[in-house]
Nanobody
């Protein structure tokens, strides 16, 4: 199983970024995929999740209305469109996968597979 996150970078407050997570090595249709983030000095926080087979999704309150999760079944890639970014969104972002079909952000410890993170920095 491989998850490879990309798309991070530096942006000014109010700007947008799109993260991508290329997935391989598992049966996507039996998995739910999540985005997590960890800001300096803070714990890992669930941001969003999606059920691969039907696209149902869930969001943390802190990003609801600003972030959009989606997946491309042909490219086997997960996306996180991030709009109206603020310095509070600065963190390393990770994608993670676990078997399941629920659009609920689980505790990080319940995800079996993790990709390397990608840094997102939002300046004021």
């Amino acid at each position: 199983v491989q998850l490879q996150a990309s798309g991070g970078g530096s942006v000014q407050s109010g700007g947008s970024l799109t993260l991508a997570c290329a997935a391989s090595g598992f049966n996507f249709y039996e998995f739910e995929i999540g985005w997590f983030r960890q800001a300096p000095g803070k714990v890992l926080e669930g941001v969003s999740c999606i059920i691969w087979y039907n696209g149902n999704s869930g969001y943390a309150d802190s990003v609801k209305g600003r972030f959009t999760i989606s997946r491309d079944n042909v490219k086997n890639t997960l996306y996180l469109q991030m709009d109206s970014l603020s310095p509070m969104d600065t963190a390393v972002y990770y994608c993670a996968a676990r078997p399941g079909r629920t659009a609920v952000i689980r505790s990080p410890g319940l995800y079996n597979y993790w990709g390397l993170g990608t840094q997102v920095t939002v300046s004021s």
